[in-house]
């Protein structure tokens, strides 16, 4: 039994909840736009931490992030302006493609397949 919270559900893996949980961190922080966040804002957003004891989120919020770091995306933790601990951010930088420099040969190139993509596939608009 995960004591954790509830049971999981039959044939939910243990790595699904990680998997699950550290999507839903980088989602929460790249929703921030870079705005720093506090511990206990995460806490309460991010899915899996708030049904942990205090012991427990602290060691799974470390354990994300530093396999969050083994992938590239590094969590960047900070001051708090108001002295409440340390906040927590995911700058641009971090998930930010460079832009793309396309010829015009390549853009046409590019909006000729796009059409003729949407003319044979399903494409929601």
């Known amino acids: 039994?995960?004591?954790d919270g509830p049971p999981r559900e039959?044939?939910?893996a243990k790595d699904a909840d990680k998997?699950?949980?550290?999507?839903?961190l980088?989602?929460?922080?790249?929703s921030r736009h870079g705005q720093p966040v506090t511990s206990e804002q995460i806490r309460r957003r991010v899915e899996g931490y708030p049904r942990m004891s205090d012991e427990a989120f602290k060691r799974r919020f470390y354990e994300d992030r530093d396999e969050l770091a083994k992938l590239g995306i590094e969590i960047v933790s900070g001051?708090?302006?108001e002295a409440r601990g340390e906040v927590y951010s995911?700058?641009?930088?971090?998930?930010y493609l460079p832009?793309?420099?396309l010829t015009p040969e390549e853009l046409t190139a590019l909006?000729?397949?796009l059409a003729r993509a949407v003319s044979r596939f399903r494409v929601a608009d």
């Open 19 to 24: 998997q699950i949980r550290r999507l839903s």
């Open 111 to 113: 909006a000729g397949s």
């Open 99 to 101: 832009p793309v420099h």
């Open 1 to 3: 039994m995960n004591s």
């Open 79 to 81: 001051e708090d302006p």
């Open 90 to 95: 995911l700058p641009a930088s971090a998930y």
């Open 26 to 30: 980088v989602a929460l922080l790249l």
């Open 10 to 12: 039959k044939g939910f």
